[in-house]
């Protein structure tokens, strides 16, 4: 099985700043590689698919990048409504894995 | 848009059965797209539960921690996927999501249901 390692698991940041998260698989799955967000009692939402595709309809502060093992997402001047937990997921057929989930909270 | 929407019993018995079921709505389920399970234990991260597509169970892939206990299946007249889970315990509560693949794209969920929570308890 392939397994995510994503961190950090919990951040602090301010209104404006720049923030990134890692996802790292434990083997190469290329760039089969989906990053979500997900608020309190609600479902995930898709934000970035092929490691690197912005989904439509999401903000362009959002992006990700990254292939083979080491990815990463980057919100680039953060916003009150993206205090939320972030998951990475990856897909190497037939099986999917998440990662931990990065709570990202106010400062 | 597509919509999904799951139901099934809030609360199941310990050894008992877990079913729900995922309706499609706005969209077919014929589509070019993997139908998924995803839960998420009270304060846990997301948990991948297995997979099927609309040909039938002979394509459905399964977590291997769960796959001897997890059986999902279609009902193509019904626009329908559904999900049992046997000899349940406490560590099977949790929300449970059903959820769409995007076939093509790297497997991403782009449509979810608002999920249902079930509460294994006596």
């Known amino acids: 099985d392939i397994q995510m390692t994503q961190s950090p698991s919990s951040l602090s940041a301010s209104v404006g700043d720049r923030v990134s998260i890692t996802c790292q698989a434990s083997?190469?799955?290329?760039?089969?590689l989906n990053w979500y967000q997900q608020k309190v009692g609600k479902a995930p939402k898709l934000l970035i698919y092929?490691?690197?595709k912005l989904e439509t309809g999401v903000p362009s502060r959002f992006s990700g990048s990254g292939s083979g093992t080491d990815f990463t997402f980057t919100i680039s001047s953060l916003q009150p409504e993206d205090f939320a937990t972030y998951y990475c997921?990856?897909?190497?057929?037939?099986?999917?894995?998440f990662g931990q989930g990065t709570r990202l909270e106010i400062k | 848009q597509v919509e999904l929407q799951e139901s099934g019993p809030g609360l199941v018995k310990p050894s008992g059965t877990l079913s729900l079921t995922c309706t499609v709505s706005r969209g077919s389920i014929t589509s070019n797209n993997w139908w998924s399970w995803v839960r998420q234990s009270p304060g846990k991260g997301l948990e991948w539960i297995g997979e099927i597509y609309h040909t039938g169970t002979g394509s459905a892939n399964y977590n291997p921690s769960l796959k001897s206990r997890v059986t999902i299946s279609v009902d193509k007249s019904q626009n329908q996927f559904s999900l049992k889970v046997t000899s349940v315990t406490a560590a099977d509560t949790a929300v449970y999501y059903c959820?769409?693949?995007?076939?093509?794209?790297?497997?991403?969920?782009?449509?979810w249901g608002q999920g249902t929570v079930v509460a294994v308890s006596s």
């Open positions: 997921q990856q897909h190497d057929n037939p099986l999917i894995t």
């Open positions: 959820a769409r693949a995007r076939t093509m794209e790297g497997g991403a969920f782009d449509i």
């Open positions: 092929h490691a690197s």
């Open positions: 083997q190469d799955i290329s760039n089969n």
